[in-house]
C-alpha cells in the first residue's frame, strides 16, 4: 500500500483523480481518500507542523503500515529557484535546527527524476518572502511528517516530493488553490511513474538470496532497522543486475564483515551503499 501525505486538498486534488480515490465517510479528524483495491491511501493534514504530524499519525496507525511491503509519500508545494519536481535527501527544521534524512535507495531517474533533481529542504514556520538560499526549497510541514512518520516506517521506504510554485512571496494570498492544483497537475504523470515503479520492485522482493542476505545480517549484527535498510539493498541490486556476493566477499577480504559491534556493522551497511550506487 501506498501511504500519501499533503498538506492542502489543492495540491493532492490532481492525485486523487488520477488513482481514482474515493473519500472516507466515515467520521474521520482528517479529510482521507482511499483505492477500493487498498493500494493506496491519502490524508489532507491542513497547513503546519502540528497538523501535519498528527495527521501523518492518524493516517499511519488507523490503516497500519507494513514495513516489509508499504511505501510512505509526502507531496506537495514549496518556494525554490528551481523549477519542477524534487526528490527530497535532506530536511532541515528551522525551529529546532535538526536534520532528517530520507534514505529511499531506489534510482527514480527512469521515473524522470534524475539524482540531479534532488534538493535539500527548510521547514519553516512561515510562508517566506525571499529564499535565504537559492540552493534549498522552502516549505512548512515535510521536518513533522518526517519526525511523525518515522515511528512507524523505515527510513528507506520514505520518499519526499515537492515541486516549486513559487520563489518566496511577500502575499500567500497570490498562491491561490487553483494555481497548487495546476501546478501539481503537471507533475501527477512521474508520481504515477514512481509508484508504478516502486510496485514493481516490490514484486522483486522474494528474488534475492535469502540465506546470502541472513548469513550477512548475522555476520554484521543488525538491528532490526538496520536487517530492513540492507535487504532494500539486496532488492535494488536484483533489479540493477548487480551480483552482491563479490562485494560482500571483498568486504571480508578488508577484514569488515563480520562485524564487532551494531556500530561497525551501520558503518559496514554505508560502505555496502556506496559500493552500490
Not at 19 to 30: F, I, K
Not at 211 to 224: I, N, V
Request: aromatic share 10%.
Amino acid at each position: 500500500m501506498f501511504f500519501i501525505v499533503c498538506a492542502l486538498s489543492a495540491e493532492a486534488k490532481p492525485l486523487i483523480s488520477a488513482l481514482s480515490l474515493r473519500r472516507d465517510t466515515h467520521a474521520c479528524p482528517y479529510d482521507t481518500f482511499f483505492a477500493e483495491d487498498s493500494s493506496c491511501v491519502l490524508v489532507i493534514s491542513g497547513m503546519g507542523t502540528v497538523a501535519a504530524a498528527s495527521a501523518t499519525t492518524y493516517l499511519l496507525t488507523r490503516f497500519g503500515f507494513n514495513k516489509e511491503q508499504d511505501f510512505f509519500l509526502n507531496f506537495g508545494s514549496c518556494a525554490g529557484a528551481a523549477p519542477g519536481l524534487h526528490p527530497i535527501h535532506k530536511i532541515h527544521d528551522d525551529v529546532t535546527g535538526r536534520d532528517f534524512y530520507p534514505d529511499m535507495l531506489y534510482d527514480l531517474s527512469s521515473c524522470g527524476l534524475p539524482l540531479s533533481s534532488e534538493k535539500a529542504l527548510v521547514t519553516v514556520s512561515h510562508v517566506v518572502s525571499s529564499l535565504a538560499d537559492p540552493e534549498l526549497l522552502y516549505e512548512m510541514e515535510a521536518s513533522a511528517v518526517f519526525q511523525a512518520a518515522a515511528r512507524f516506517v523505515p527510513p528507506h521506504r520514505m520518499l519526499f516530493l515537492k515541486y516549486v510554485s513559487d520563489s518566496g512571496t511577500d502575499d500567500p494570498k497570490k498562491i491561490t488553490s487553483a494555481l497548487l492544483t495546476a501546478w501539481a497537475e503537471k507533475h501527477v504523470s512521474t508520481i504515477l511513474r514512481v509508484i508504478q515503479y516502486l510496485k514493481d520492485q516490490k514484486e522483486e522482493d522474494g528474488a534475492i538470496d535469502e540465506d546470502l542476505f541472513l548469513g550477512t545480517a548475522l555476520a554484521l549484527r543488525l538491528s532490526e532497522t538496520m536487517r530492513h535498510e540492507l535487504h532494500q539493498f539486496f532488492v535494488y541490486a536484483k533489479a540493477e543486475g548487480i551480483d552482491m556476493e563479490p562485494i560482500l566477499s571483498d568486504l571480508e577480504k578488508e577484514g569488515k564483515i563480520p562485524s564487532g559491534s551494531k556500530r561497525e556493522g551501520k558503518e559496514v551497511l554505508d560502505v555496502i551503499r556506496q559500493r552500490l550506487i
